[in-house]
């Protein structure tokens, strides 16, 4: 990968404590696993960020690359790939997600 | 504290008390939800073939059902200022709760012809609410009037700006439909072609 995309993804990550890596954004997601990652946010009513990667190919195969994770949504905090809706999911119903973000 | 189903209430307050009170009635043959019935009349109006046995089991059904807190959770100010915002390579226009997309906001200004656009959620529809929409020159005595820009105006009752806090309106071109769309997230159940919704 060059230099200029590994940068700019570095970027793209650390825009805010939280980004969301989905198909669409928060307003309109195109994917139910996206909607889903989504929801979860929206219920606790903090600040996110969130990224459509349909509108981009580099930063959808790139992103990809950089995580070594294959798939989307992919849920960022402070820089670090949380993981993806099941993680989000898992973590949301343990309640550890809450205490993570909030 | 959950609310006593009787048979005086109307089949809107039931419905907004529990939408899943929509599937009850239905399965027991009442015709009381769909595109032109007035569920402002109380469910007794739609027993009138059921006897005393029939019209018990059902209340007994329906007053088992979880009731959802009739009160929509929203905020105290009432937001009349447009915001902007730009989320990736998008953008969006925020007024009194509702996001407008780039799509929503240039299509309404084409067609509006400088009328103001009339949101209103009604009682009716396979589901127990569906949203009315339509270009007028002035809002209603109990509408509330937000700008969403100097040309064009939204018009909206407490009721409807109380239930759709939160929503995304877009407006899509396609090969079956084509118009606006207003996503509720509150939404709890729709019918199949999604014009009708509950909470």
Redesign the interface.
């Given at each position: 990968m060059n230099d200029q995309l590994k940068d700019h993804l570095h970027k793209l990550i650390n825009q805010a404590d939280v980004v969301l890596f989905m198909k669409g954004?928060?307003?309109?997601p195109q994917c139910g696993f996206s909607a889903k990652v989504v929801?979860i946010l929206?219920e606790f009513e903090i600040d996110y960020?969130?990224?459509?990667i349909l509108?981009?190919e580099d930063v959808r195969q790139g992103l990809k690359e950089y995580s070594n994770w294959p798939t989307y949504p992919q849920l960022y905090y402070k820089g670090e790939l949380i993981g993806g809706c099941d993680i989000v999911c898992e973590m949301y119903e343990a309640g550890e997600l809450e205490k993570l973000l909030k | 504290m959950p609310q006593k189903i009787t048979t005086d209430m109307s089949v809107a307050t039931i419905i907004e008390l529990t939408p899943d009170s929509v599937v009850i009635m239905n399965n027991a043959g009442l015709k009381c939800t769909g595109c032109n019935v007035d569920t402002t009349k109380p469910l007794k109006n739609f027993l009138k073939s059921f006897d005393e046995k029939a019209v018990d089991k059902l209340l007994d059904h329906l007053n088992k059902l979880k009731q959802t807190s009739s009160e929509p959770k929203t905020p105290e100010k009432k937001d009349f200022k447009l915001h902007e915002i730009i989320?990736?390579?998008?953008r969006?226009y925020k007024i009194a709760g509702l996001?407008f997309?780039e799509s929503a906001y240039k299509n309404l200004h084409q067609l509006s012809e400088k009328r103001g656009l009339r949101i209103r959620l009604v009682t009716g529809g396979c589901s127990g609410f569906k949203y009315e929409y339509d270009f007028y020159d002035q809002p209603e005595a109990n509408e509330k009037t937000y700008q969403l820009s100097d040309s064009m105006a939204i018009y909206m009752d407490d009721f409807t700006f109380d239930r759709s806090y939160?929503s995304?309106i877009?407006f899509t071109i396609g090969l079956h439909s084509s118009g606006l769309q207003i996503?509720n997230?509150r939404k709890k159940r729709a019918c199949s072609c999604g014009t009708s919704i509950s909470f």
């Amino acid at each position: 990968m060059n230099d200029q995309l590994k940068d700019h993804l570095h970027k793209l990550i650390n825009q805010a404590d939280v980004v969301l890596f989905m198909k669409g954004d928060k307003y309109i997601p195109q994917c139910g696993f996206s909607a889903k990652v989504v929801d979860i946010l929206n219920e606790f009513e903090i600040d996110y960020s969130t990224f459509d990667i349909l509108a981009d190919e580099d930063v959808r195969q790139g992103l990809k690359e950089y995580s070594n994770w294959p798939t989307y949504p992919q849920l960022y905090y402070k820089g670090e790939l949380i993981g993806g809706c099941d993680i989000v999911c898992e973590m949301y119903e343990a309640g550890e997600l809450e205490k993570l973000l909030k | 504290m959950p609310q006593k189903i009787t048979t005086d209430m109307s089949v809107a307050t039931i419905i907004e008390l529990t939408p899943d009170s929509v599937v009850i009635m239905n399965n027991a043959g009442l015709k009381c939800t769909g595109c032109n019935v007035d569920t402002t009349k109380p469910l007794k109006n739609f027993l009138k073939s059921f006897d005393e046995k029939a019209v018990d089991k059902l209340l007994d059904h329906l007053n088992k059902l979880k009731q959802t807190s009739s009160e929509p959770k929203t905020p105290e100010k009432k937001d009349f200022k447009l915001h902007e915002i730009i989320e990736g390579n998008k953008r969006y226009y925020k007024i009194a709760g509702l996001t407008f997309t780039e799509s929503a906001y240039k299509n309404l200004h084409q067609l509006s012809e400088k009328r103001g656009l009339r949101i209103r959620l009604v009682t009716g529809g396979c589901s127990g609410f569906k949203y009315e929409y339509d270009f007028y020159d002035q809002p209603e005595a109990n509408e509330k009037t937000y700008q969403l820009s100097d040309s064009m105006a939204i018009y909206m009752d407490d009721f409807t700006f109380d239930r759709s806090y939160g929503s995304v309106i877009d407006f899509t071109i396609g090969l079956h439909s084509s118009g606006l769309q207003i996503i509720n997230p509150r939404k709890k159940r729709a019918c199949s072609c999604g014009t009708s919704i509950s909470f």
